[in-house]
């Protein structure tokens, strides 16, 4: 076996928050240099206690529990799965054949009436059955966009630009918070050999974070081409670099190709839940390569294209929009 090492720091979001200039350079630093090498860190004091994350699953699990018949007056393909429920075999990652072996419930953006960017945004779904899934994943989508908004910060002081670079462009951006279910699979004989719970893929926005990598199945795919197991201790978040980040410093910040793996066969009976949060800018977002990040060795690789436009491509490709 190969020494294939995967260096994942484990930062302290309180050290940039709370702490001095020093400490928050040191922060941007190790943010940057992880985004550059592997695309990976992981999180701890980001803002989310315990209990609330402990309120978000028991939501998830009772929202997954419902009958199929309820989910599915939920789905809203119009939507091309961007509000409210997927159902199990629509979502194939790019490149496959076989779609993911798991089922989805997404929430996005809520401003108030009268934003320049309400009319661009469809209202969330609400389960009727469960109130209270409403507002945890409210409050989780909160949370999350804050401290997203602070880890942008941390990179663009990595990249050279004002802190507040990011600021307006995310502010009311498109973000999604996908809860996510990966069923049990009853008959593992039945399965095609090829289907996995979460085919190799890269995530399209700039960032993401993501509660609930202390299950085992999501690896990396390092360098040297081999699979690498992450495991986030307790409540830390991971967080990742999305290809519009990866565009926008045209490959300095590195949008890690990532999978979830299934289980062993005596553990295919067991569900596994994740909830991603993807963080979107509005879709205004010039996403053109920055010019500090093309010299004569890094000759710009990307056509310039919109926060928006690239999205429309992307949810095309993974056969969500039609
Ligand atoms: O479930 C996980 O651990 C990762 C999910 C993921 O990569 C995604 O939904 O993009
Ligand atoms: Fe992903």
């Not at 159902?87 to 989805?104: M, N, Q, R």
């Not at 995530?203 to 990396?220: F, K, R, Y």
Request: aromatic share 10%; glycine share 6%.
């Amino acid at each position: 076996m190969s020494m294939s090492t995967v260096n994942i720091p484990r930062l302290d979001l309180d050290t940039y928050k709370n702490g001095d200039a020093e400490s928050r350079k040191q922060f941007s630093d190790a943010i940057g240099k992880a985004f550059n090498e592997t695309g990976f860190v992981t999180i701890t004091n980001h803002g989310l206690s315990k209990e609330l994350i402990d309120s978000l699953y028991t939501q998830v699990k009772a929202l997954f529990a419902l009958p199929e018949d309820v989910k599915l007056k939920y789905e809203k393909p119009e939507l091309a799965g961007q509000r409210g429920y997927t159902s199990k075999g629509k979502e194939t990652a790019k490149g496959f054949k076989i779609p993911d072996l798991k089922e989805f419930w997404q929430i996005g953006q809520t401003v108030t009436d009268g934003d320049p960017v309400k009319d661009f945004y469809p209202d969330n779904v609400y389960v009727d059955e469960l109130p209270e899934f409403n507002t945890v994943t409210r409050e989780i989508y909160a949370k999350l966009e804050a401290a997203g908004t602070m880890l942008l910060e941390a990179i663009a002081v990595y990249l050279g630009l004002p802190q507040n670079y990011f600021d307006d462009k995310v502010h009311n951006g498109n973000s999604i918070l996908r809860t996510l279910h990966y069923f049990p699979i009853e008959d593992p004989d039945a399965l095609a050999p090829d289907a996995v719970r979460a085919g190799a893929h890269e995530d399209i926005n700039l960032i993401t974070l993501l509660i609930g990598a202390s299950a085992d199945g999501l690896e990396v795919l390092t360098r040297e081409n081999e699979w690498f197991p992450i495991k986030a201790h307790g409540e830390d978040v991971v967080v990742n670099v999305g290809d519009m980040l990866q565009r926008l410093t045209n490959n300095k910040l590195k949008s890690t190709t990532h999978r979830v793996v299934n289980p062993p066969r005596e553990q295919m009976k067991f569900s596994r839940f994740s909830v991603p949060f993807f963080l979107h800018p509005k879709a205004t977002m010039d996403l053109t390569s920055l010019d500090s990040c093309i010299d004569e060795q890094h000759p710009k690789l990307y056509t310039d294209i919109t926060a928006g436009e690239y999205l429309d491509e992307r949810l095309r490709e993974i056969g969500l929009k039609k």
